[in-house]
């Protein structure tokens, strides 16, 4: 085993009861007083152990598994070998009073950590280079276990939101290879974003779907029996799935690993074929304009796309930059990217587009309605499409829509809308919200025992999207009333609505509430409950109270993995995240002695939604005399971020607001 792995923990703890797990004990350990909180975490870590036993056809490569819920932990987790070491917010939970994304978070940190053992412990990463292979499969194999622990939540389908974190770096002019050569620790630093984890694992979720889960199972198996306590490099992985599968796996996934971007496949009607195009997707570069993109223009990749045509499916290779797919009947509604695994985008024209009628959509899969609306709003965002046609295609082709994750992606447009406005022309738009939010809210009603977990966190989600997006007097009140009885009763109000309720009474708060919610911060019982009322201090919609949270944050009672992030939610504030800016501005060496210097750059990403001019170009010409040396090239993709948002909104401010009257 590489030294790395090796870890030594001391201090006043205790350990739960083992659970034998085939033979191998398994605990958790955390500070006294907090042993309620570890059942879930057992629960999960014992299914995934076994999982993975099950899943690579090899033991487990130790004797014992310790889980350490530590206070305060920069990293977040770390996989050393039996003694896994945990933020305790990743480990203990009440799942009584939590909420299924706060659970789905346990579940995916504790499996991502053991799926670790195999891949990146028995077999390690020659050199740093590789690490995104480490850190991309073990996000694989958390979605595989969780989806398979709980598959009520739909894992994959849900994973459909992190993958677009994925594709709006990757969009960026200044994105980046996924594998890369690492020649400095600020190099390897780097490495850590979501280009590694989550576009990484949507890599291999596209080549597990494209060669069939156990024949990629096969060759996953085939690769860590034959490098088991060695080093690899990536083509190693690759050479061993292509063993055992017979495909060209080395030729098709070098074309995604070293070269930046994803493409956007056009889609056609040309007699009895579909005709597909592949050019690079980019905010910066229309129709992969040359002058924008560089070398990156003529970029191809070898995508396997999945097509239906009405009941027919097919999968093709598009390995050179045009293809033709005949298909059965030619005057078919035709899905590309069916089952929408792939990772690029879709735009169909104008004659396949019409075939996507309400009839259509509500046959689709969940996942490829989620990938018609993110496509969508991609549009807007490349200027490809207007602002007020995104949102009229929301209304008119999704209002009976009643999926979470569909909703989750048009939430994310609707809060891009909301953004395009001045003060002046929200209020026209919050109504349009309410219009299209209040009916399903209504349609989703009260919880009820037993209710399917996604249902319950979808009626979260619009209740708190009614709310503050749409101004709902009802569903303010109704917020304000839920947090009054879960403050009175822990436990007697559904978690989701209290969750939501929570950011409701922040949004609309005072001094009065503002005083609760950090109450309920200080006293909170446990982590999900402490920080959800930590970041709902950033929601407040007062200036003042902004700059006291701020303050806060700087203040040393707020723990250092935690208020960066903190930090980063005031500079999101809709309205007064110019005010969190110029905080952080003044604070700038203050935050760099004090924080981890991996979070330095996550304390800013949210300067991105800073889009007034004058705003926009102070953050420019700061980080031109304050590089994140540790974080370069992600800097340089948060700022191109931050000047696409405002191209946006000085393009379509003024004609959305006009639409919208």
């Known amino acids: 085993m590489s030294t790395y792995l090796v870890a030594f923990v001391v201090g006043p703890l205790e350990a739960t009861a083992p659970v034998d797990v085939g033979g191998i004990p398994l605990r958790i350990v955390h500070v006294p007083g907090k042993g309620h909180l570890t059942a879930m975490g057992l629960d999960i870590g014992a299914f995934a152990l076994s999982w993975f036993q099950d899943y690579y056809g090899i033991p487990y490569p130790g004797d ?11 990293a977040g987790a770390m996989e050393n070998l039996g003694c896994i070491t945990f933020r305790e917010s990743l480990l203990l939970i009440d799942p009584a009073t939590s909420t299924q994304a706060e659970q789905q978070n346990i579940a995916d940190v504790v499996a991502h950590e053991l799926a670790h053992m195999w891949f990146g412990d028995l077999v390690t990463m020659r050199w740093w280079n590789g690490i995104w292979l480490n850190e991309a499969f073990a996000t694989f194999m958390e979605l595989a276990a969780c989806d398979a622990y709980r598959p009520e939540w739909g894992r994959w389908t849900l994973f459909g939101l992190e993958r677009s974190a994925a594709f709006e ?12 050569e690492v020649r400095s620790p600020a190099d390897c630093e780097g490495m850590f974003d979501v280009l590694t984890y989550q576009k990484g694992a949507a890599l291999l979720r596209m080549l597990e779907q494209y060669l069939g889960a156990e024949r990629f199972r096969q060759g996953v198996s085939h690769y860590l029996r034959r490098h088991e306590y060695a080093n690899t490099a990536t083509n190693d992985l690759w050479d061993a799935i292509e063993e055992t599968s017979g495909q060209p796996v080395r030729r ?18 040309d007699g009895d074929a579909v005709v597909l195009h592949q050019q690079r997707f980019a905010f910066g570069a229309a129709d992969g304009d040359a002058d924008a993109l560089g070398g ?26 045009d293809l033709r797919v005949p298909v059965a009947d030619a005057d078919a509604p035709v899905v590309v990217n069916a089952g929408g695994h792939g990772f690029f985008r879709v735009a169909y024209d104008d004659k396949l587009r019409s075939r996507l009628g309400a009839d259509v959509l509500g046959g689709l899969d969940t996942l490829e309605r989620y990938n018609l609306v993110d496509d969508a709003w991609n549009e807007v965002v490349a200027g490809r499409l207007a602002a007020a ?13 009643r999926k979470l994750a569909v909703w989750q992606s048009i939430v994310v447009g609707l809060r891009g809308l909301g953004r395009l406005l001045d003060d002046d022309a929200y209020p026209a738009f919050q109504a349009r919200v309410r219009s299209l939010v209040a009916p399903v809210v209504a349609d989703l009603g009260d919880p009820v025992d037993g209710e ?24 303010q009140a109704r917020g304000a009333q839920l947090y009054a009885r879960s403050v009175d009763d822990p436990g007697s109000a559904d978690p989701e609505l209290v969750a939501a309720a929570t950011s409701i009474v922040a949004a609309g708060g005072g001094d009065d509430e503002y005083a609760r919610l950090l109450a309920g911060y200080r006293d909170g019982t446990t982590p999900q409950n402490q920080l959800r009322h930590l ?27 935690n208020a960066p992030f903190l930090l980063r939610q005031c500079i999101a504030n809709r309205r007064h995240g110019a005010t969190a800016w110029r905080f952080v501005r003044q604070h700038w060496d203050e935050a760099n002695s004090a924080f981890p210097t991996n979070t330095i750059v996550r304390m800013i990403d949210s300067v991105r939604l800073l889009t007034e001019e004058a705003v926009a ?20 993709q948060v700022l191109e971020r931050q000047r696409v948002n405002t191209a946006l909104r000085a393009r379509e401010s003024a004609r959305f607001a006009a639409a919208l009257t």
Do not use: N
């Open 64 to 74: 014992k598994v310790d889980l350490l819920a530590l206070p305060d932990f920069a």
């Open 169 to 180: 770096t990757d969009s960026l002019v200044s994105t980046r290879s996924v594998e890369y």
């Open 252 to 269: 098709m996934m070098d074309s995604w690993i070293w070269q930046p971007g994803y493409p956007l496949v056009r889609a056609g009607i």
């Open 296 to 321: 990156g223009a003529a970029a191809a990749w070898l995508v396997p796309v999945h097509v239906r045509s009405g009941d027919e499916e097919l999968t093709a290779l598009l390995d050179e930059h």
């Open 389 to 401: 046609d995104f949102l009229t295609f929301v209304v008119e082709g999704f209002g009976a829509e």
């Open 452 to 475: 399917d977990d996604l249902r319950a966190k979808l009626r979260g989600l619009l209740t708190a999207t009614l709310a503050i997006q749409g101004d709902d007097a009802a569903a």
């Open 535 to 561: 970041y709902a201090l950033a929601e407040f919609d007062r200036e003042d109270l902004i700059l006291r949270t701020c303050e806060l944050a700087m203040s040393g009672e707020i723990k250092t993995q």
């Open 617 to 636: 170009a102070d953050v420019q010409a700061f980080f031109a005399e304050h590089p994140i040396h540790q974080a370069a090239k992600t800097l340089e």
